[in-house]
T-cell receptor, first 113, second 115 residues
Framework: RKEVEQDPGPFNVPEGATVAFNCTYS??????FFWYRQDCRKEPKLLMS???SGNEDGRFTAQLNRASQYISLLIRDSKLSDSATYLC??????????????FGQGTELSVKP | DADVTQTPRNRITKTGKRIMLECSQT?????MYWYRQDPGLGLRLIYY???????NKGEISDGYSVSRQAQAKFSLSLESAIPNQTALYFC??????????????FGPGTRLTVL
């Protein structure tokens, strides 16, 4: 079983749609959680961190459920520019491990006109 | 100018050849990482370094070696390239401190093809 699992998609949605991505992680010691965005095989870039209380950044809302080991990302009012691959990322602080990032395989989103 | 640069950006080589991928950063970060990305597998950690005297293996270090020549430079070598090392390679940096919320910053990637 992979440490971080995502539905690979692709998700094809019309502009203006709301789309939700789910992610599960297997290591209960995981401490930090992120969503990264990757455009067309370019480098990943941090989209947002995910906090236990849930957090929102404009049209993006991230949720964390530690009991279920589940992370989600909700995108409202999708734009063409949201088309990308969204990577679920977790990290556990282990001594001398430096907060190693564990990546899901990514979920591809395509927003159509 | 980009904070994290990688050279070369694209490379085609033959089985058995030695190849070096280079990474430089101007962010002043102490932590540097090398990942590879394969379709359907996500990014996987090859090696990481906390400073010039601290090198650690990641989950897939076999067939690779690294050198931290300076705080700003971290090189990845394939001593004898094989076709299943064909992948997209990313270098990343992270700032100091214990806060695991610290963001990692990625270079633009090197697309390596081993024939």
């Amino acid at each position: 079983r992979k440490e971080v699992e995502q539905d690979p998609g692709p998700f094809n949605v019309p502009e203006g749609a709301t789309v939700a991505f789910n992610c599960t992680y297997s290591n209960s010691a995981s401490q930090s959680f992120f969503w990264y965005r990757q455009d067309c095989r370019k480098e990943p870039k941090l989209l947002m961190s995910v906090y236990s209380s849930g957090n929102e950044d404009g049209r993006f809302t991230a949720q964390l459920n530690r009991a279920s080991q589940y992370i989600s990302l909700l995108i409202r009012d999708s734009k063409l520019s949201d088309s990308a691959t969204y990577l679920c990322v977790v990290t556990s602080w282990q001594q001398n491990q430096g907060g190693k990032l564990i990546f899901g395989q990514g979920t591809e989103l395509s927003v159509k006109p | 100018d980009a904070d994290v640069t990688q050279t070369p950006r694209n490379r085609i080589t033959k089985t058995g050849k030695r190849i070096m991928l280079e990474c430089s950063q101007t962010k002043g970060h102490d932590r540097m990482y090398w990942y590879r990305q394969d379709p359907g597998l996500g990014l996987r950690l090859i090696y990481y370094s906390f400073d010039v005297k601290d090198i650690n293996k990641g989950e897939i270090s076999d067939g690779y070696s690294v050198s931290r020549q300076a705080q700003a430079k971290f090189s990845l070598s394939l001593e004898s390239a094989i076709p299943n090392q064909t992948a997209l390679y990313f270098c990343a940096t992270r700032g100091p401190g214990a806060a695991s919320y610290n963001e990692q910053f990625f270079g633009p990637g090197t697309r390596l093809t081993v024939l």
